[in-house]
């Protein structure tokens, strides 16, 4: 069925008679979403403007999902067009539908299209609203703008109609305008999820209200004006609307407030200009450098002339005390004599209202942490490692406190070391005590890994003589506490893996989920995770090919992943399988706990779960490739020389060692399941992997190690021998009792 307006039809004649003559119609692409067979476009006909938009089937696994959310999904145009005439017959400015039509019965593989006339001359209200800050327009116009919206949302939602995307943005301003009220054309579009009943249930209401008060948020509307759209949107006066409906109010609030936590800094990938409230300037070639989604941005910039370091402050509930707690914590360290950056302007985004300060950059520098891991030979880092216990001392002798001692707060530059985080430090007017300066100190050193812990006994007698204690605290107690924190530091940082935070990037849905290290979170990853069959086009890639699981060499932006596919075998295997965590988490988690320590291992990068309603079905470890060869083959090649074996077996020796002292056994030792690579051995097959709590428990499992990897020589006794002198011949139990 296709309808035609008369001028439309006028235009085309007896051009478009079928489906197909309409979705052969070309003009430029306005918005075509990926994975959504839905295309928006522009053309002309007869000297005017239309837009096209045409749907194509939504697909079964979108019908189920929104089912599966006891909603109706939405099919194609239908929706538009039922919505275009509802809004006619209640007077509401909109599109004018020129065509319409559809083909199919199947819902999921259902042709539509809607043809609305284009709306010349007309500017987003988002648009026209964005400049209010610096430049507020005449009272008059914004009041009744305010008006119109109000009472435009008030018809739709006593009406039984709620737009699901009810923002700024979708508001079009005829341009121009002089301030009049007859002279006020304010159109709404983008109407394909709009929503028709016979009343207009209130968790709908939120929805619509909230998201048009959260793209106002930052227009700067007073609260009067926020009470006037109150009074204009409701049957009621004021005073009886707060003894009815405050607790609806609420509820708008809290779900915009919700919507602003994830707002990113406006324009500062696109655009990294940001302009300063109360004359503060404006801030010009931003380069974000660490974000804490919804909480904290961190950029370089310039700022009048200079180059800078800024800090942006966006969590909406408790930025303010943020901010100056940063404030506080730098004041704190410049009095008391403490290296840190000075403060060269606090103050806010104009077009955010979020807090920020702009902070001196120190040049030529480099955080601690990538000169420890970059930089700096054996006998640099313990001199700089001296220079940092001395820092801390510093800081507890002033009565500060650093909570968030990671190494990368703080700044190496030429001979000296700046502290750069103000809101992790905590202020007492009294030096800190014993025993909090050794947990303190302990913190910081639990940053390094186990290996440099060899360090601790000097660390302590430095730390002694840098506050002048009688006596310096025994090497053995402090360590005691150094792997305490470091335990503590994992049990923190284990949540972070599978949720968004400045490391990794997750996205949940209704299908499984999906996490990256955020660095490596491109356009072309996130296809990866979407699809990670799809990278294995060629049999050629294939890595291991077993029942259990499928191993294969995939490849992003020139970087080279080992994708690990965790199968199903049966219906059972599957149920069994969604009742525990998937081999691919635990692989996942191991990954980042061999990692944390030191551990050689492929890098974990993503983990992604598909699921199919309650149950798990597939899922994929993926780590980075690393060439090289496996110990079985490298140690039985006649062309490697004795004297390399012995070394590359002590190396073995030292990793295995390392396992022991944290009580990890691996579970399948097999000589398979170490690589050779760069003349080191690295850790593979992690998903039987396992951290133990009882020393007992793990002297048995650690056990059934060793012999297994044992069995690996029994055909070639010389190097049995050679491994048995490296490792010894019993196992010992784990030296302490960490938590997992």
């Keep these: 069925m296709i309808w035609l307006a008369p001028e439309f039809r006028a235009a085309f004649g007896e051009s478009l008679r079928s489906m197909a003559d309409v979705f052969a119609i070309s003009g430029r692409v306005y918005r075509a979403p990926p994975g959504v067979n839905r295309r928006t476009l522009r053309f002309e006909r007869a000297g005017h403007g239309y837009f096209l938009k045409l749907h194509w089937g939504v697909g079964w696994r979108e019908i189920v999902k929104n089912l599966a959310a006891f909603r109706l999904p939405v099919l194609g145009a239908r929706s538009e067009w039922r919505a275009l005439r509802r809004l006619q017959q209640l007077h509401v400015e909109t599109m004018r539908l020129a065509a319409y039509g559809w083909l199919g019965f199947n819902p999921a593989r259902l042709r539509s299209f809607i043809v609305t006339r284009e709306l010349a001359d007309?500017?987003?209200?988002?648009?026209?609203?964005?400049?209010?800050?610096?430049?507020?327009?005449?009272?008059?116009?914004?009041?009744?703008?305010?008006?119109?919206?109000?009472?435009?949302?008030?018809?739709?939602?006593?009406?039984?109609?709620?737009?699901?995307?009810?923002?700024?943005?979708?508001?079009?301003?005829?341009?121009?305008?002089?301030?009049?009220?007859?002279?006020?054309?304010?159109?709404?579009?983008?109407?394909?999820?709009?929503?028709?009943?016979?009343?207009?249930?209130?968790?709908?209401?939120?929805?619509?209200?909230?998201?048009?008060?959260?793209?106002?948020?930052?227009?700067g509307l007073s609260r009067r004006d926020l009470l006037r759209f109150v009074r204009d949107y409701s049957p009621t006066g004021l005073q009886q609307l707060r003894a009815r409906e405050a607790q609806f109010w609420r509820a708008v609030e809290a779900k915009a407030q919700q919507l602003d936590r994830s707002r990113p800094i406006p324009r500062l990938e696109q655009a990294p200009v940001l302009e300063l409230a109360q004359g503060g300037g404006t801030l010009e070639q931003l380069k974000a450098v660490r974000t804490l989604p919804g909480k904290r941005t961190a950029a370089l910039a310039r700022w009048r002339g200079q180059p800078v370091f800024v800090k942006i402050f966006q969590d909406p509930r408790r930025r303010r005390r943020h901010w100056q707690r940063e404030i506080d914590g730098l004041q704190a360290m410049h009095e008391a004599g403490v290296l840190c950056p000075r403060i060269l302007h606090a103050g806010a985004v104009a077009s955010g209202n979020w807090p920020l300060l702009i902070l001196e950059r120190i040049e030529p520098a480099k955080s601690f942490l990538f000169a420890w891991q970059q930089s700096w030979n054996k006998r640099d880092r313990l001199f700089w490692l001296e220079c940092l216990v001395d820092l801390v001392a510093q800081h507890h002798a002033a009565g500060l406190c650093?909570?968030?001692?990671?190494?990368?707060?703080?700044?190496?530059?030429?001979?000296?070391?700046?502290?750069?985080?103000?809101?992790?430090?905590?202020r007492q007017e009294q030096p800190i005590d014993v025993?909090?300066?050794?947990?303190?100190?302990?913190?910081?050193?639990?940053?390094?890994?186990?290996?440099?812990?060899?360090?601790v006994g000097a660390m302590a007698e430095r730390y002694a003589r840098s506050r002048a204690w009688a006596q310096a605290p025994r090497g053995q107690e402090l360590l005691v506490r150094v792997r305490s924190a470091r335990a503590q530091r994992w049990r923190e940082y284990r949540p972070k893996l599978l949720r968004e935070c400045s490391e990794f990037a997750a996205l949940h849905h209704p299908y499984g989920f999906q996490v990256v290290r955020r660095s490596l979170a491109s356009g072309a990853m996130w296809r990866l995770l979407a699809a990670p069959?799809?990278?294995?086009?060629?049999?050629?890639?294939?890595?291991?090919?077993?029942?259990?699981?499928?191993?294969?060499?995939?490849?992003?932006?020139?970087?080279?992943?080992?994708?690990?596919?965790?199968?199903?075998?049966?219906?059972?295997?599957?149920?069994?399988?969604?009742?525990?965590?998937?081999r691919a988490d635990i692989s996942w988690n191991n990954g980042n706990l061999l990692?944390?320590?030191?551990?050689?291992?492929?890098?974990?990068?993503a983990?992604?779960?598909?699921?199919?309603?309650?149950?798990?079905t597939l899922s994929y470890y993926i780590s980075q490739y690393l060439p090289g060869e496996d110990a079985l083959r490298w140690f039985s090649s006649p062309v490697v020389p004795w004297e390399e074996k012995q070394r590359m077996a002590q190396s073995i020796a030292d990793l295995l060692s390392q396992l022991q002292a944290l009580g990890i056994a691996h579970g399948d030792l097999k000589a398979s399941n170490i690589l050779i690579t760069g003349n080191r051995p690295v850790l593979l097959d992690l998903d039987a992997l396992r951290r133990y709590r009882s020393r007992r428990r793990f002297a048995r499992a650690w056990e059934r190690d060793r012999q297994r990897f044992r069995r690996n020589w029994s055909g070639e006794p010389e190097l049995q021998r050679l491994f048995d002198s490296v490792l010894g011949g019993s196992a010992a139990p784990a030296n302490r009792r960490d938590g997992e």
Excluded: M
């Design 122 to 219: 007309c500017i987003s209200l988002e648009d026209y609203c964005a400049d209010w800050l610096r430049k507020p327009p005449p009272p008059s116009h914004k009041r009744r703008l305010i008006r119109r919206l109000a009472h435009i949302t008030r018809t739709l939602h006593e009406n039984g109609v709620n737009h699901r995307d009810y923002y700024l943005c979708h508001f079009l301003l005829q341009q121009p305008w002089d301030g009049s009220e007859a002279g006020l054309h304010l159109f709404l579009i983008d109407l394909h999820r709009v929503q028709q009943r016979a009343r207009t249930p209130q968790r709908w209401r939120v929805k619509d209200l909230a998201a048009l008060y959260f793209s106002a948020l930052h227009c």
């Design 402 to 426: 650093q909570t968030d001692p990671h190494l990368e707060n703080f700044l190496v530059a030429g001979d000296r070391l700046y502290t750069l985080d103000g809101a992790g430090v905590h």
């Design 435 to 455: 025993a909090g300066s050794l947990d303190n100190l302990a913190l910081v050193l639990a940053q390094l890994l186990p290996e440099h812990d060899r360090w």
């Design 533 to 582: 069959d799809a990278s294995f086009d060629d049999p050629q890639r294939a890595l291991k090919l077993g029942n259990t699981c499928t191993l294969w060499r995939a490849e992003v932006e020139g970087r080279e992943l080992a994708v690990k596919r965790y199968n199903v075998k049966s219906f059972w295997h599957g149920v069994k399988l969604s009742l525990r965590p998937s």
């Design 595 to 605: 990692r944390f320590h030191g551990i050689p291992t492929p890098l974990p990068i």
């Design 607 to 616: 983990l992604v779960k598909q699921r199919r309603g309650p149950w798990r």
